[in-house]
C-alpha cells in the first residue's frame, strides 16, 4: 500500500475549501461594501 504524499503546495480537498471559504467570505462581504461605498 502506497501511502498517500502530499505534492508541494495544497491537496485538492484543501484548495476546495479555501475556494468555498473565500467565495462565502466574498458573498457577505461585498454587499456591505457596496452598501458602505454608497
Keep these: 500500500?502506497?501511502?498517500i504524499t502530499k505534492?508541494?503546495?495544497f491537496s485538492v480537498v484543501e484548495?476546495?475549501?479555501v475556494v468555498l471559504v473565500s467565495a462565502i467570505v466574498l458573498a457577505l462581504?461585498?454587499?456591505s461594501i457596496t452598501r458602505s461605498r454608497v
Design 15 to 17: 484548495v476546495l475549501i
Design 7 to 9: 505534492e508541494k503546495g
Design 29 to 31: 462581504a461585498i454587499p
Design 1 to 3: 500500500m502506497k501511502k
